[in-house]
């Protein structure tokens, strides 16, 4: 059983290592889509990533529409601040695309609102904030999918 993550324009090379990492460790497997806001080879990535990067089961894709067309037939969830739904009201299923967008502004309005009813969000309990770290937005979905799949 395994979940898929996918980054579309990530920024941040750290929150990417990050991620990656979490990939390999929750036997996860990482989409990144272009463009990236750093280089493949940053020294940031690999640093989070630690020495774990060369066995991170990765993906990249040049644009959007190269990854939706890849992937048109899979079942995906989206992240967003205005998703209707929870995180954990999902029904998690193997082989899911856990789909976040980038850290400045998230996912295109385009994504959320044609996906409205397949977009979830992380619930916040104070109003002061708007958003969580990306990795950690991506940690807490993955674990709760990884809980449901395994009881």
Do not use: C
């Not at 890849?70 to 995906?76: F, S």
């Amino acid at each position: 059983m395994s979940l898929n993550i996918v980054l579309i324009e990530p920024e941040i090379p750290t929150n990417t290592g990050n991620i990656g990492r979490l990939a390999l460790a929750t036997g996860a497997h990482l989409h990144l889509v272009k463009p990236f806001g750093f280089e493949i080879s940053d020294k940031r990535l690999k640093r989070a990533g630690l020495d774990y990067w060369q066995y991170i089961s990765l993906f990249t894709y040049e644009s959007q529409d190269a990854f939706f067309a890849t992937h048109q037939d899979k079942q995906m969830i989206f992240f967003s601040s205005h998703g209707k739904k929870d995180h954990w009201d999902i029904s998690y299923e193997d082989d899911m695309f856990l789909v976040f967008g980038k850290e400045s502004v998230g996912l295109p309005k385009s994504i959320v609102e044609n996906q409205a009813v397949q977009t979830a969000k992380i619930p916040l309990y104070n109003t002061k904030i708007r958003s969580l770290n990306l990795a950690n937005a991506v940690a807490i979905t993955v674990y709760e999918g990884l809980r449901q799949l395994h009881g």
